[in-house]
């Protein structure tokens, strides 16, 4: 695992009582979640990840072009509150 820059998607899937996601001042983040084989990508399509996941702050990442590129995986189905500041690179929130 690449610490750091992002998270496989097979750690990021058993954290479904994540309420708050807060991430800043990564500048080599890439990514929020990765698949990294064929079996996690088809496991993840259609998933969602974080279920329980309430808010998500997003600042200073400027390195930062998907929050999960590999598949269509839905992070903040429940995201009642969500703040994505200079993050220049990513220019949608969807896969």
Known sequence: ?????????????LLVNLE???IEKCWKMETIVRSTDENEKEDQMGMTLFPKLNSFDLDLLPTLESLCPDASTTLWSAAKVMSVKRCNKLKTLAS
């Open 1 to 13: 695992m690449n610490y750091g820059r992002d998270h496989q998607y097979s750690i990021a899937r």
């Open 20 to 22: 708050e996601l807060n």
